[in-house]
């Protein structure tokens, strides 16, 4: 099992930036991969971004491209979300998931967090 505590949301004016953290504890592996993802009031959850166990690849939903950053520390079992240039249509609660099953892009994760709440006011 994994467990994943998401920290970092909040309530920020647009153009504002949030720095949302996943924590993982468990049986966390080398070669997991960790997304972030999504959902709106009245949506379905979407992908944000996901990184490679290295780090060495990443990947952004193209409505987030050059505002947002996936990053990872191994050391700490923690990734990271910078949030830049924040937009009202960004509000959503976010939730961080490890070990796809599927291409990471897809919600096919076993393991995901309760979620963080992150508000942009116009």
């Known amino acids: 099992q994994v467990q994943l505590v998401e920290s970092g949301g909040g309530l920020v004016q647009a153009g504002g930036s949030l720095r949302l953290s996943c924590a993982a504890s468990?049986?966390?592996?080398?070669?997991?991969?960790m997304g972030w993802f999504r959902q709106a009031p009245g949506k379905e959850r979407e992908f944000v971004a996901a990184?490679?166990?290295?780090?060495?690849?990443?990947w952004y939903a193209d409505s987030v491209k050059g505002r947002f950053t996936i990053s990872r520390d191994n050391a700490k079992n923690t990734v990271y979300l910078q949030m830049n240039s924040l937009k009202p249509a960004d509000t959503a609660v976010y939730y961080c998931?490890?070990?796809?099953?599927?291409?990471?892009?897809?919600?096919?994760?076993?393991?995901w967090g309760q979620g963080t709440r992150v508000a942009v006011s116009s």
């Open positions: 998931a490890a070990q796809p099953s599927g291409p990471v892009y897809s919600k096919e994760y076993p393991y």
């Open positions: 468990g049986r966390t592996g080398r070669s997991d991969a």
């Open positions: 990184i490679s166990w290295s780090g060495g690849n990443t």
